[in-house]
Structure formats: structure tokens, C-alpha cells
């Protein structure tokens, strides 16, 4: 009998920000591969949702409201979840955005953005301090302290894996998001650091590195509200993307079950694109 190396039947996934676009996919894709599943999400109504549409398909799952901020809030999830399955094996870290006040208005730094003061615009210069803590916050602590509260059960146990969601911003920042850039490059970085300090005790982190996908944050700064057609900056990156479209939830499901299966029993501290050749073209 050829032994599964992709099996997740019996295992227990925990995701944060499971309410999201994203990684609610996730969580529909782990638990029909047999996983169970609990959904984090700050919005427990949104976490409860994705649990309950899982669950009326015959999977197995629960919806916890949880701030990835807060380590009590996390330790209260955490001991759900142990209460729920008894084991944790899989953490995947998607909590994670951006926050406008964070943001340039501009690209680039002219010279006539210093001279006139236009109401609304944002120059580098701006930028506010607290706006750009909250988002390394919620990027780079908020993926710290999920490891350090479900990354202890699995260091005591003696396996499991790590899933932490960089982004294409960590390899080529993208022009006006600043913070976003830096915290997710904070988020590869402290993968590569997590693999090494938990491979003693058989626990593999790595990273997923979503290119451009069409998400409630981003939908209308990279597509039209009224038209549905791309936006300026929707076509530059489709112009610099050489599979020519955004991506879909479902592209990540692949990489996902490598990372977080026996298929990939020999890799920890790597960060995979999945950007549909953006990363690999130089705009020329």
C-alpha cells in the first residue's frame, strides 16, 4: 500500500484571520483533505461562519473569535482548541493588512509635493508613527505571538508545523505601502529564524508569499467599484505579472498542502513565492 504523503486526516490546523479571502480557502481545503479545523478570526462572526460552512459539507470544524494582539485572547483560543481536538499540529499565520493612514499618496518623492499642501495628500513625510505601528503590529506581532502560544504545544509534543503568510511585498515593496512591505519582510525573516530555533524539537516553519490576488482590502484600489475594470495600478501589476491574470484563492491550496504535509518532511525556513511570475520579471 503507497502511503499518502499529503494525508491530513486526523491533524489539527489552527488559522488565523480565517474569515479572510484567503485563508478561509485555506480552511476549506485543509479540512476536506481530513484535517480539523479551527477558524480565528477578530470577527467571530466571520470565523463562525467559515466553521459553519465547512461543517455543512462534512467537514470538521469551529469558529473562535480571537485578537492575535492579545496573548490571553490567543491562550483562551488555544485551550479551545486543545478542549476541541487535543492536539495542535498546523498553525497558519494570515492575520495580517495593511492600514491606509500607513500609506503615500504618491509613488515617488517630487519636488512640488514639499511646496504646496493639497488636502488629503499623504507624502512619505506624513506618514503617521502610530498608523505605521499598528500595521508592523498586526503583520509582524500578530504572527510572533501565535507561534509563541501554539508554537509551545508543538515544541512539547515534539512536531508540527509553522505557516506564516509573507507576501510579494517582503521580496519587491511595492510603492506607496511602506509599512506593509517592511512588516511582511519583518514576517520572512522571523520564518527563517523560527525554522532554525524549532528544528530540535521536529517543528518546520516556512512561508507562503501571495503575489496578487483580488482580496476585500484590495479589490477596489486594483479594479473599478462601478466598472470592474483595473484601476491604474491593477494594470501595472498585470503588466509586470507574467501569467497575465490576478490570482485565485484556490492557487494557493497547492503549496499549502506541500508545506504543511509529509510531503515536504525535509523543508523548514523557505519562503515561496506564489505570484504567477511577478518576482522572476524585471519589467523588461
Known amino acids: 500500500m503507497v502511503m499518502d504523503i499529503f494525508d491530513l486526516k486526523g491533524k489539527t490546523a489552527v488559522i488565523t484571520g480565517g474569515g479572510g479571502v484567503l485563508c478561509q ?6 479540512a476536506s483533505r481530513g484535517a480539523n479545523v479551527a477558524v480565528l478570526d477578530i470577527r467571530e462572526d466571520a470565523a463562525k461562519s467559515v466553521a459553519d460552512a465547512i461543517n455543512a459539507i462534512g467537514g470538521r470544524a469551529i469558529g473562535i473569535g480571537c485578537n492575535v494582539l492579545d496573548k490571553e485572547s490567543l491562550e483562551a483560543a488555544r485551550d ?18 495593511n492600514n491606509p493612514r500607513a500609506t503615500t499618496s504618491s509613488e515617488v518623492c517630487r519636488a512640488d ?22 500595521v508592523f503590529n498586526l503583520n509582524f506581532i500578530g504572527t510572533l505571538l501565535p507561534s509563541q502560544v501554539f508554537g509551545r ?12 503568510i509573507s507576501s510579494m511585498n517582503a521580496l519587491r515593496p511595492l510603492t506607496k505601502i511602506p509599512a506593509y512591505s517592511a512588516a511582511k519582510a519583518a514576517v520572512s525573516n522571523l520564518t527563517q529564524w523560527l525554522a532554525v530555533h524549532f528544528a530540535p524539537v521536529n517543528v518546520r516553519v516556512n512561508a507562503i508569499a501571495p503575489g496578487f490576488f483580488l482580496t ?14 483595473l484601476t491604474a495600478r491593477g494594470n501595472t501589476i498585470i503588466a509586470h505579472t507574467p501569467m497575465g491574470r490576478f490570482g485565485k484563492p484556490e492557487d494557493l491550496n497547492g503549496t499549502l498542502l506541500w508545506l504543511v504535509s509529509d510531503a515536504s518532511q525535509f523543508v523548514t525556513g523557505i519562503v515561496v513565492p506564489v505570484d504567477g511570475g511577478f518576482s522572476a520579471f524585471s519589467g523588461v
Open 113 to 134: 509635493d514639499l511646496k504646496s499642501a493639497v488636502d488629503g495628500f499623504k507624502s512619505f513625510f506624513d506618514l503617521d508613527p502610530d498608523s505605521v505601528q499598528s
Open 216 to 229: 476585500d482590502q484590495n479589490r477596489f484600489l486594483l479594479t473599478d467599484e462601478k466598472t470592474g475594470e
Open 25 to 30: 480557502s485555506m480552511a476549506r481545503e485543509l
Open 153 to 164: 504545544i508543538m515544541a512539547e509534543q515534539g512536531h508540527g508545523v509553522i505557516l506564516n
Open 80 to 97: 479551545a482548541v486543545i478542549g476541541e481536538y487535543g492536539v495542535i499540529d498546523i498553525l497558519i499565520n494570515g492575520a495580517g493588512g
